[in-house]
């Protein structure tokens, strides 16, 4: 989301609230009212198709578990909907692996939102500009810009390969790649590292970012309404139910 | 270390220098003086130790605990002693604040963890944490005497390989070092790029910085000493550059077939715009041409569209049997060994396989057969890249940017293969910045953006 004018930190925030509060207070409709939610706003962000298909691909294997788990192999409760030999499924069963389910939706459908909406370069500049340790920035940036960097290295051998005839599968494809990628990785960080180290990389001291990153009193206190949120909201929950029982 | 009153800006006395587990010293019996405000050119062979030397002065070189230098460097008044048992680590920082260091490959200059050429510029800057208004100033007055303003918001990833290099050179010049250690700093530069960075390099000079270039060649330069990198030793240099080869060119025969041509032809990436619209261009058997043009004209993708690597967007594209040496061999490479690299892709008992030794040859690389392609010198490195296209035998040869880091005698081999290329029947489509090797190879050069007309033909000698 580059020229958003929202902060990274404010995006995560809010997101870790309502993660936070989702996943203690466990009630589906609950659940499915913030992946709706998310949804809406991938939509306005001209993000959603990708959101979907990268939900999807974590969601679909995380929910057949549970569902081998708490509905097919379960041995708990009452409401048998179908008995056949080693299989049984309850109606409790597939409740409670739906419930399970969508809690880990929403951490997930959350998480990804959060990395479609937040430009990874305001990101490692909000942490920079930030009284975090120096590190943690440099260990944001090596995680979040080695992707690309890989990408675009593997587009590069594959160019190559490609000037040389290479017609293969997507399988034989990626074995002809990944070990010169693996290597030509290793080989590029260690002939770029002398360099970097002299250009002051990663910061030991204080640093200053030419990149800009909006934020405002107001998104600041939406900061610490959320992080006292994410603190306090699933004990506010969670409380009467530990003293009920 | 100690300090000491010395009247040069830097001074390097080296007994010897070995890296690793090498059996011999890379360098040797070297005493460097270079006075404030100087130029001095080092000149070597690829693989004589330019970057090597370049990189001892940068405090680059020695590692602690693997290599091993025996001498002293003085600089800003401090001399640090090297002896085989101790070797001084350095802050890389500070240290570059005296002496920076521009690599061969001007990319690997660059962080890669930047958004925009902007933001490169500055990188230094932010991590010695200078404050945002006296950045802003110094950014953009860089980015002035460069002419790098309308690449400013650019991703320095997506640049050509000219503008890389001339980003990557505003980024260490605005560190404002006292001496600046340029590896190849003009490797493909157009002209108008060329002409800035020696107004820069005067001006620097003019204001007290020591300047060391390292090149295979002075070209351009006009320094205040040349010396030659041989056997590990400096030496005083006898005179001015080699001769260029001379080059055995027919006349192109007008009803010789069409090889490659282009028309009305629309090409770019897939994610952007067009980089060259109404493109024209035609090249027969038998025919070496020439593409002219500014960094970024759009030289690259012609010649990627040439070998299959670009679609047409629109117009028509006829190529016959391309081979494509791209601008950065880095790219062309990613096998463990020379021969490996060479023989990939091709069938075991295949007849084109019988002829990898043979192109070796050619090329001079039968000894370094078992090597690793990252280990050999930049321009063996091009030859083997050059190496993995001639043993596909293409009747069409495309070179980006071929004399980049080759040095005399990988010219002569270069241009070796281009007219064998030729006599064969074949034809040579290649893009430079080199005017020399323009004149010495092409029957006719095609110019692209710029100031020159887009898709006609030019004599070389008008550039």
Redesign the interface.
Same mark, same amino acid.
């Given at each position: 989301m580059a020229g958003s004018s929202l902060h990274p930190f404010t995006i995560l925030a809010v997101a870790a609230a309502v993660v936070a509060t989702t996943t203690a207070a466990g009630i589906w409709w609950i659940s499915a009212a913030v992946i709706t939610g998310c949804l809406v706003l991938a939509i306005r962000a001209h993000c959603a198709r990708k959101l979907v298909l990268l939900s999807c691909a974590i969601i679909l294997p995380a929910f057949t578990s549970q569902l081998l788990i708490h509905a097919v192999a379960a041995t708990h409760g009452t409401r048998i909907l179908l008995a056949a030999g080693p299989v049984t499924i309850t109606a409790e069963g597939l409740g409670l692996a739906a419930a399970l389910g969508l809690r880990t939706a929403v951490l997930v459908v959350a998480g990804i939102l959060c990395t479609l909406l937040i430009d990874r370069?305001q990101l490692?500049a909000a942490i920079?500009l930030s009284k975090a340790p120096p590190q943690l920035g440099y260990l944001v940036?090596a995680t979040l810009?080695l992707l690309p960097?890989l990408a675009?290295k593997q587009h590069?051998?594959g160019?190559?390969?490609?000037?040389?005839?290479?017609d293969a599968g997507w399988f034989q494809r990626l074995r002809l790649r990944s070990v010169?990628l693996v290597?030509?990785s290793l080989?590029?960080a260690a002939?770029?590292a002398?360099?970097?180290?002299?250009?002051?990389?990663?910061?030991t001291?204080?640093?200053?970012?030419?990149?800009t990153v909006p934020d405002s009193p107001c998104q600041r206190r939406i900061r610490y309404a959320a992080v006292a949120c994410t603190l306090l909201g699933p004990l506010a929950i969670l409380a009467p139910v530990w003293m009920g029982a | 270390m100690g300090r000491r009153q010395t009247t040069a800006a830097v001074s390097l006395e080296l007994e010897g220098f070995r890296y690793g587990s090498a059996p011999a010293d890379a360098l040797h019996g070297i005493s460097l003086q270079l006075p404030p405000g100087s130029l001095t050119v080092v000149r070597g062979a690829s693989g004589a130790g330019k970057t090597t030397l370049g990189?001892i002065l940068?405090?680059?070189l020695p590692r602690p605990g693997m290599d091993t230098m025996t001498g002293h460097l003085e600089l800003a008044g401090t001399r640090i002693g090297y002896t085989p048992e101790h070797t001084p680590r350095i802050d890389?920082?500070g240290?570059?604040t005296q002496v920076?260091?521009l690599?061969q *490959?001007a990319g690997?200059?660059l962080?890669?963890?930047? *958004?925009t050429v902007?933001?490169e510029l500055?990188?230094?800057? *932010?991590?010695?944490?200078?404050?945002?208004p006296d950045?802003?100033h110094r950014?953009e007055r860089i980015a002035r005497d460069f002419d790098l303003e309308h690449l400013l918001q650019r991703d320095p990833?997506r640049l050509s390989g000219g503008q890389q290099r001339l980003v990557a050179l505003a980024?260490l010049a605005v560190?404002e070092s006292k001496v600046l250690v340029l590896d190849e700093p003009l490797a493909g530069l157009d002209a108008r790029a060329t002409a800035l960075v020696l107004d820069f390099m005067d001006r620097l000079r003019r204001r007290g910085c020591t300047l060391l270039v390292l090149a295979c060649t002075t070209g351009v330069l006009d320094p205040d000493l040349v010396l030659d990198l041989e056997d590990g030793t400096l030496h005083a240099s006898p005179g001015g550059d080699a001769p260029y080869p001379v080059t055995k060119r027919g006349s192109v025969t007008p009803d010789a077939p069409v090889l490659l041509e282009f028309r009305d032809a629309d090409l770019g990436y897939s994610s952007g715009t067009s980089v060259l619209k109404d493109f024209e261009l035609s090249v027969r058997a038998g025919e070496c041409v020439g593409l002219s043009g500014p960094n970024g004209a759009g030289k690259s993708t012609v010649l990627k569209a040439a070998?299959?690597?670009l679609d047409c967007r629109s117009g028509s594209l006829r190529a016959t049997d391309t081979?494509?040496l791209?601008q950065n061999p880095?790219?062309?490479?990613? *096998?463990?060994t020379v021969l490996r690299e060479v023989s990939?892709?091709l069938t075991k008992r295949g007849q084109l396989r019988q002829q990898v030794p043979q192109v070796l040859e050619q090329l001079g690389l039968a000894d370094v057969a078992e090597s690793h392609p990252?280990e050999l010198p930049a321009s063996a490195r091009r030859l083997v890249a050059l190496a993995?296209?001639l043993v596909?035998e293409p009747k069409v040869l495309l070179l980006d940017e071929p004399t980049e880091a080759l040095d005399q005698e990988g010219i002569i081999r270069l241009l070796q293969v281009i007219d064998g290329i030729l006599e064969v029947g074949g034809a040579v489509l290649f893009t430079c910045h080199d005017w020399r090797f323009m004149e010495a190879t092409a029957h006719r050069v095609q110019h692209l953006g710029g100031n020159g007309p887009r898709g006609r033909d030019r004599s070389p000698t008008t550039g």
């Open positions: 370069h490692v920079d940036a810009f960097q675009g590069a051998i160019q190559a390969q490609q000037l040389r005839g290479v010169p290597l030509g080989q590029d002939i770029r002398p360099h970097l180290a002299a250009r002051g990389f990663p910061a001291g204080s640093r200053t970012r030419w990149r | 990189m940068a405090g680059m890389p920082a240290w570059a920076g260091l690599p *490959e690997h200059y962080s890669g963890i930047r *958004e902007a933001e500055a990188f230094t800057l *932010e991590n010695a944490g200078v404050p945002a950045m802003a950014v990833a980024a560190n070998a299959g690597l081979g494509l791209l880095t790219d062309q490479l990613f *096998e463990r990939f892709g990252y993995t296209v596909r």
